[in-house]
């Protein structure tokens, strides 16, 4: 069994695929103070009964993915694998400091094309709200990154003197009548009216080549909800596919 890690800024989010099925998914706050004997131990209890044979690990914090590699090399006698950008993936990263991007967007990348054989533009709903292009023929060509719907939530009630910390849920109304809806209702039709807009810019300027929209992270399946037709897939759990799908990749 393969075990995938997608580390990101506020979850560090756990697959056990068994084949090509994700048997499991557990979660764990992204804490660099959290010690290796504390994250070690966690896992541990959420991977008994599992025969995890290898792992892939991609972070957007440094230093965490060489810590997992290290610790988690040792508790499972492996050789972890580490998303990077110049691995031998055959994907072309079309961007002008191709170091910079990502490994989650990455992953999204690789397991897009893999998945579904087709142009992409994948809008991944997590911290972070980014949108990656990539081609059939594995050419990552760009995209975008903007404040996700938690950093919206946080920023209002942080920068301003009476608007209050909320968490995300469906807002009552399109057209609010209270300080909290009225919150709620810009953020998450606000990020749905992003994505749409997004998207058919994009559309535009790609034609007349055709793409298919995918969303993915955490609150892919919400904020979906709250568009009109957008995605041709929702698949929350594209970053640990893709994982899945370099490591197997990469190892066969």
Do not use: W
């Not at 393969?2 to 697959?15: E, Q, V, Y």
């Not at 290898?54 to 440094?62: D, E, H, L, P, W």
């Not at 994907?91 to 893999?114: H, M, Q, W």
């Amino acid at each position: 069994m393969i075990l995938a890690i997608d580390i990101g800024n506020s979850n560090i989010t756990f697959g056990i695929f068994d084949g090509e099925n994700l048997t499991k998914k557990f979660c764990l706050p992204s804490n660099y103070a959290v010690s290796d004997f504390e994250y070690g131990e966690k896992i541990k209890e959420q991977t008994v009964g599992f025969n995890i044979s290898g792992c892939v690990i991609a972070s957007v914090v440094t230093g965490l993915d060489l810590r997992f590699k290290n610790f988690l090399d040792k508790q499972f006698s492996l050789n972890s694998l580490v998303l990077t950008y110049d691995l031998p993936l055959g994907l072309k990263i079309k961007t002008d400091v191709p170091a910079e991007l990502g490994a989650d967007r990455i992953a999204n990348s690789f397991g897009a094309v893999e998945l579904y054989h087709e142009n992409c533009v994948i809008v991944d709903f997590g911290t972070a709200t980014t949108v990656e292009i990539v081609t059939k023929n594995k050419e990552f060509i760009g995209g975008l990154i903007t404040a996700g719907i938690n950093i919206q939530l946080g920023a209002l009630a942080s920068k301003t003197s009476k608007l209050p910390e909320t968490k995300v849920s469906a807002p009552k109304k399109l057209i609010a009548t209270d300080t909290v809806d009225a919150m709620l209702a810009g953020v998450v039709y606000g990020s749905a009216a992003m994505a749409e807009g997004i998207v058919k810019r994009y559309r535009e300027a790609l034609a007349p080549d055709k793409f298919v929209v995918i969303a993915t992270g955490g609150l892919a399946e919400f904020i979906s909800q709250y568009t009109e037709n957008l995605f041709d897939y929702v698949e929350p759990d594209l970053t640990l596919r893709g994982l899945l799908k370099v490591y197997e990749y990469l190892n066969a």
